[in-house]
Structure formats: structure tokens, C-alpha cells
């Protein structure tokens, strides 16, 4: 008899093993699209040209409960899948979906890499700290496919579910937060950028998307926690975000930050 009972003991220990090496803590994921001209507003020439007028994507991420990304893949102390692709093996995978990526997924930091190599280490950067975690380690073109298809979901495009236009008046975040989820039913998360330290005024970083866990992720579901911590280090009276138009080049030379400023 206990004989049986350390057996039965091995078997569920080793099956909460094996549940955890498959990555079962992450409840769903996370979709992040970033809005450039908040990205590059404080200094776009360190970005590339033109910058994007679109949100482009930052990344699917698998999420703890409580909001948070699952730890990057570690094979000793996070070993959340048994041997997922390398980041190299995995983005030379990518090539039927290539010409996607290099629009939706681009790397804004302009860097000294020729462009095909900036968005390669990107796309990389990505894998090893989400991928390799998710339910596709073996399979990182369904991976990249499945972020490309809810990104170009117009159901899910910020553009529209914001419910305002870009603009020099900053929102309510409040006001951003309650239209989107208006619109698709489900409240996001807002992550603030602040490009003058101090100064209170928060500009829109990302809009990021909840889905339940599946394969591929479709459903969406609240987000925990609704804003990031740039956004609640303003207190809620002075928490309205600038949502800045496109930003443009005039005769070759760059916007700056200082000149928008003190425009």
C-alpha cells in the first residue's frame, strides 16, 4: 500500500513537472502595439525614415494572471517548454511571412544594422524573451503568423478603437480607456511614455490587448491592470494623454522633441 501511495506521489509530481515545462502557468497573452511618434518623439532621428503611421507591433506575450510577462526561457530556471528553437533557427523560419513582418513588426530604433538585420534582431529579441515560452516553441512561424493576424485585425486597429484622432490636446486616460472598451468589449492596458521627466504630461506608448489562452489566441478578456506604471505615476487629475500626431520630416531635417516643445 505505500508502495502505491510514493508511486501515485512520483506520478503527480512528476505531472506538475511536465505541465510546467509545457508552460501551463501563463493564463493568456498579451498583445502590444506601439504608436511610433510617442516612441520617437524625443529624439527621431535615432528612428528609422519614414517613421510608421500605423501601430506597429511590439510583441504576443504569455502573461501571468496578475498581468505580468512570463520569465524569459531559461533551461534551468525557467525550463517552460522542452527545447524550444533558437532565436536564429526560429526567425530564419519566417520567410513566407517576411514582407508582414518587415511592415507590421519593424524595429523603430534605426541602430548601425542594415534594415533586413535590425528587424531580424528584433524578431529574435522577441522569441527568446516571449516565444519560446508560448504554446508554438517548435513552431515559430504559427507564432509570428497568429501576432500578424490579431495586429492586422481591424476589430482590434487603435487607430479606430480609441475613438479619437491623434492630436496636439492630450485625453483623458480614463476617456481612451472607456472607448476602446466600448468598442471591443474588453478593457486594454495603456503604457505611458513621459519624454520630459517631471513634467506630468504622458504621451500613449502602446495599447495592448488581452486574449484568453488558446491556439491561436482570438477571445479577448479584460486586462488586469489597465495602465502601466508610467501612467499611475501621474496622479489622476494631471493623468491625460497626448496621443501626438504622425511625426514628419520637413527639408530633410528631423523633428526634435525641443523643437515640438517649444513650438
Known amino acids: 500500500m505505500v508502495t502505491k501511495q510514493l508511486l501515485a506521489c512520483a506520478a503527480a509530481v512528476l505531472g506538475s513537472l511536465v505541465l510546467s515545462a509545457q508552460g501551463s502557468e501563463f493564463e493568456f497573452y498579451k498583445l502590444s502595439l ?3 511618434s510617442s516612441v520617437c518623439i524625443s529624439a527621431p532621428q535615432n ?3 519614414p517613421i510608421p503611421k500605423i501601430f506597429t507591433i511590439h510583441g504576443l506575450w504569455p502573461t501571468l494572471k496578475d498581468g505580468t510577462s512570463l520569465p524569459p526561457y531559461d533551461p534551468v530556471d525557467n525550463s517552460c517548454n522542452p527545447s524550444p528553437l533558437a532565436p536564429g533557427v526560429a526567425v530564419g523560419k519566417l520567410a513566407s511571412i517576411r514582407g508582414r513582418l518587415d ?3 519593424q524595429n523603430l530604433i534605426k541602430g548601425t544594422d542594415p534594415p533586413s538585420q535590425r528587424n531580424e534582431l528584433f524578431w529574435e529579441t522577441e522569441w527568446s524573451a516571449h516565444g519560446m515560452c508560448s504554446d508554438y516553441p517548435q513552431d515559430p512561424l504559427a507564432y509570428f503568423t497568429s501576432t ?5 485585425n481591424s476589430k482590434y486597429d487603435p487607430l479606430k478603437v480609441l475613438g479619437v484622432a491623434p492630436s496636439n490636446t492630450p485625453y483623458p486616460i480614463d476617456t481612451l480607456l472607456e472607448n476602446v472598451k466600448r468598442n471591443v468589449g474588453f478593457y486594454p492596458q495603456i503604457a505611458c511614455k513621459m519624454p520630459i521627466k517631471g513634467s506630468k504630461q504622458l504621451y500613449l506608448r ?3 490587448f488581452c486574449f484568453k489562452r488558446a491556439m491561436p489566441p482570438s477571445q479577448l478578456q479584460n486586462c488586469p491592470d489597465d495602465m ?10 494631471d493623468r491625460n494623454l497626448m496621443f501626438p500626431p504622425a511625426i514628419t520630416t520637413n527639408s530633410g531635417h528631423n523633428v526634435t ?5 517649444s513650438a
Open 228 to 237: 502601466d506604471d508610467v501612467c499611475r505615476s501621474v496622479a489622476p487629475p
Open 148 to 152: 500578424l493576424n490579431l495586429a492586422e
Open 34 to 36: 506601439i504608436w511610433p
Open 206 to 208: 502602446e495599447l495592448r
Open 47 to 49: 528612428c528609422i525614415s
Open 257 to 261: 522633441w525641443e523643437s515640438l516643445a
Open 103 to 105: 511592415t507590421r513588426w
